[in-house]
């Protein structure tokens, strides 16, 4: 088992709160994916779990034994940075090999860990290049294979396919959720890109100012969000949020739930508008339509309408999400639903 329980964490800096009265569980097994801007919380709660940036109180729970005060050696974790934090003047196996002579590894079961792990990755083959010599991508699966050999409990891995280029970030994606799906063992993944997060996460924790917003699977992140912030930081291009007139509640609708007709549409929300730009993106189409003073982002796959032209917007009701004052979600078994649905 490898279940990590936070208990009211607290992090600052001087006066400035980074995290605040964290409490949180991430599941055994679990690909765990924390995601939100920059300045958030999420490297330092990452840190928090490796014991190399301790908090400034509460705790740290794995397996239900408090690890808050051991240090990072001792709490069967591994991290994969950003950087990777190669040597580069080490060949490839003794890259991966030096955590293991630092722990005493009899050098028989480093031979066997070094094969097995290096073969799982990829990387066979290259144990007697200098990582110099290597792409990114191979580089990455060196730190990953260091990782490995140790055998943890917990992968945590900061930001680790920021440097690749885009093509081989998708192949390392698919490379890493084969490989949780192999070793069954507890991922906690920081990043910033939402693609990562939705296709690689079995769980997603969403932050904001050091404050998780929503913990949840990458479908209920999406389809049900708990507030405002949420509904519009996952999603591309963004959910479309509007006031309602003279008021501080608002509705919104993510821009492929929107239906585009010359004519108007049995539907719950319609609007004629005015097409402002159209960007044609292959297997779909973005608008950009004007209407009443809003315009709103529509993704389609109809290439049929044109820039310049009039034409009807659609919404169906259950796809209509309400926010109040406070930007919290307004959920059809609130009594105010019903009455601002009415408005529209």
């Given amino acids: 088992m490898a279940e990590i329980r936070f208990e009211e964490i607290t992090k600052k800096f001087g006066d400035k709160v980074i995290l ?7 599941e055994d097994g679990s690909f765990t994916v924390m995601i939100g801007p920059s300045g958030c919380g999420k490297t330092t709660l990452l840190r928090i779990i490796a014991g190399i940036g301790p908090q400034t109180s509460g705790k740290v729970f794995l397996d239900g034994e408090d690890i808050s005060g051991l ?5 069967n974790v591994a991290m994969v940075f ?50 110099g010599t290597l792409s990114g991508g191979q580089r990455q699966r060196i730190a990953l294979a260091r990782a490995m050999v140790k055998k943890p409990k917990v992968f945590l891995m900061d930001e680790p396919l920021s440097n690749l280029d885009a093509k081989l970030r998708v192949s390392m994606r698919t490379e890493l959720i ?48 708990d507030n405002l912030f949420t509904a519009q930081f996952i999603g591309s291009p963004q959910m479309n949020v509007l006031p309602f ?15 585009l007709t010359n004519e108007p549409g049995q539907y719950f929300y319609t609007r004629k508008g005015h097409i402002v730009t159209k960007e044609m993106l292959g297997s779909e189409t973005i608008y950009q339509v004007r209407y009443e003073g809003n315009s709103v982002m529509i993704k389609s ?44």
């Fill in 82 to 131: 950003q950087n990777y934090a190669i040597y580069p003047t080490m060949t490839v196996k003794e890259n991966i090999e030096f955590g293991l002579k630092n722990n005493k590894v009899p050098k028989d079961e480093r031979e066997r860990l070094i094969g097995e792990i290096s073969e799982i990755v990829g990387i066979h083959e290259l144990l007697d290049r200098k990582p």
């Fill in 71 to 75: 240090p990072p050696a001792k709490r």
């Fill in 301 to 344: 796959l109809e290439d049929s309408f044109e820039q310049d032209h009039d034409v009807y917007i659609g919404v169906k009701k259950p796809n209509i999400l309400l926010f109040d004052e406070d930007e919290r979600r307004i959920r059809p078994d609130d009594a105010r639903y019903e009455q601002w649905m009415s408005k529209l």
């Fill in 20 to 26: 605040d009265h964290i409490n949180l569980d991430i």
């Fill in 178 to 225: 084969e490989l949780h799906n192999r070793l069954k063992t507890t991922f906690v993944y920081v990043t910033h890109d939402q693609t990562e997060a939705m296709s690689m996460g079995t769980r997603i924790i969403l932050m904001n100012k050091g404050v998780i917003q929503q913990e949840a699977t990458p479908s209920v992140i999406y389809q049900d969000p």
């Fill in 245 to 259: 007139p003279d008021e501080k509640v608002r509705y919104g609708f993510r821009p492929e739930k929107v239906h």
